[in-house]
């Protein structure tokens, strides 16, 4: 922070709450750290093993934030896979790190053996790496909530807010369409051509010590997204928010899918199985909003219109706002046992 030479009172104000500010920019410790499938150069189920470079954040994060040191563990995870511990087997130096990253799943233990006492290891180095073990869980983690958010192309720096913030909260799909009163442009931001905006969906994920990460697609008109779902998911309830024409709030909207759980009869089996929810589609229009003829297209298709109450939201409070109502009125009205087994789920990827 820059302040004028005469202002003394405010740098002397700054050198009191500097280090008030410090814990700002420090790294948090994340719930879990994930890994892609592609990234092991040995993951049978009896042998999972990687060497995750020493310039990479996640490295980085286990040495500096988690202050790991070989032979401690910390909570780990396979991208749409199970969850973990992974074990800090060794901090290999530059040469024993490159044998590492090119051994073969059919004999790891040729080329990951961990550096001998009289090659010293450099962890600082920017091509050592870390020799990681994985335990994997025998139980495979939760599926998602089956909520689909088909959301107006934003601005690339809300769309980031937006991924990560569902993607913690719980969410099947994110579908970002092209509106009428959208920006063209965003569909050609680097957040989406480059891929960056998986990055922000494993840190969401990891946020909320999950392994899952949603389907994302973008660009899509509005008019084949919702038809591309109806087909998909033809038995989901379908609400899109809008501040003008709707005829309740969602929470009121939403107390009316899911009503009250009638009590189990005397004779009904402990295991009985629990009715599964059936899906939710929420349509979020662009930051200037739906246009006549969109809200029309919607109808067509059977959503139904909700708001938010009466204040003029940002998207991604918007987002986070519905997404959390949704979830904590059980994400949709539950179908009886017989439909909810012969349903079959729809495909996340």
Known sequence: MLLPARCRCSRSL????????????????????LFAPKEFFAATPAHAALALPRADPRATHILDVLRRKPGDTFDAGLIDGPRGKATLAAILPAAHAALAT???PEAPEASCAP???????????PGGALLLTFSWDKNEPPPLPPITLVIGLPRPQTARRILNEATSLGVLEMHFVATVRGEPSYAQSTLWTSGEYRRHLIAGAAQAFCTRIPRVTFGAPLAETIAALAAAQPDAH???????????????????????????????????????????????????????????QLRAARFAFAHLGARVLRTETAVTAALTLALAQGAAVSRPPDEAQSASPSKAN
């Open 115 to 125: 550096a001998t006492t009289d090659a010293p290891t450099t962890p600082n180095a």
């Open 238 to 296: 379908r609400i899109a928010l809008d501040n003008y024409e709707s005829p309740c709030a969602l929470s009121e909207h939403l107390r009316k899918l899911s009503p009250a759980p009638m009590p189990a009869p005397a004779h009904a089996p402990a295991s009985a199985p629990t009715p599964a929810p059936a899906p939710l589609i929420l349509a979020l229009g662009s930051e200037r909003g739906w246009t006549a003829a969109e809200r029309e």
């Open 14 to 33: 700054a050198r009191y709450l500097a280090p008030l500010w410090v814990p700002l920019f420090t790294l948090s410790p994340l719930n879990i750290i």
């Open 102 to 104: 090119h051994a073969t």
